[in-house]
C-alpha cells in the first residue's frame, strides 16, 4: 500500500522559512514532485525531483526561495522554502509518478496535505 505523508506546515509571518518533509513508503518511484492549492484555486506545481536526485525543476514564482530535496535511505523529499510570503499561503500536497513529470495528473499518488500559512 503505497502512502506519503507530509509535515512541516504552520503559521508564519512574511520572510519567515518552514521546511516540508514528505515520507513515502510502500514502494520507490521515480519523482517526487510538491504542488499546492489555495481557496478557489486549482492545485499548481511548485516543485519536483528525479528518484537518484539529479533532476529538479521549480515554479518561476519560487526559484531562488524554494529547495526540493530527497534522501532516499528514508524515502523522504524536502521542501524548504525561504522568504515566504502571503502569495505562498496554501495546502501543499507531495505527489508521487512513476516518470519524470511536473504535470498534476501525472501523479497518481498523493499525501493528505499540509497547511502553509503566511502573514503580512
Known amino acids: 500500500q503505497v502512502q506519503l505523508v507530509e509535515s512541516g506546515g504552520g503559521l508564519v509571518q512574511a520572510g519567515d522559512s518552514l521546511r516540508l518533509s514528505c515520507a513515502a513508503s510502500?514502494?520507490?518511484?521515480?519523482?517526487i514532485g510538491w504542488f499546492r492549492q489555495a481557496p478557489g484555486k486549482e492545485r499548481e506545481f511548485v516543485a519536483a525531483?528525479?528518484?537518484?536526485?539529479?533532476?529538479?525543476d521549480y515554479r518561476d514564482s519560487v526559484k531562488g526561495r524554494f529547495t526540493i530535496s530527497r534522501d532516499n535511505a528514508k524515502n523522504t523529499v524536502f521542501l524548504q522554502m525561504n522568504s515566504l510570503s502571503p502569495e505562498d499561503t496554501a495546502v501543499y500536497y507531495c505527489?508521487?509518478?512513476?516518470?519524470?513529470?511536473?504535470?498534476?495528473?501525472?501523479?497518481?499518488?498523493w499525501g493528505q496535505g499540509t497547511q502553509v500559512t503566511v502573514s503580512s
Open positions: 505527489g508521487a509518478a512513476y516518470r519524470w513529470t511536473t504535470r498534476t495528473e501525472g501523479y497518481p499518488y
Open positions: 510502500g514502494r520507490t518511484f521515480s519523482t
Open positions: 525531483i528525479s528518484g537518484a536526485g539529479g533532476t529538479t
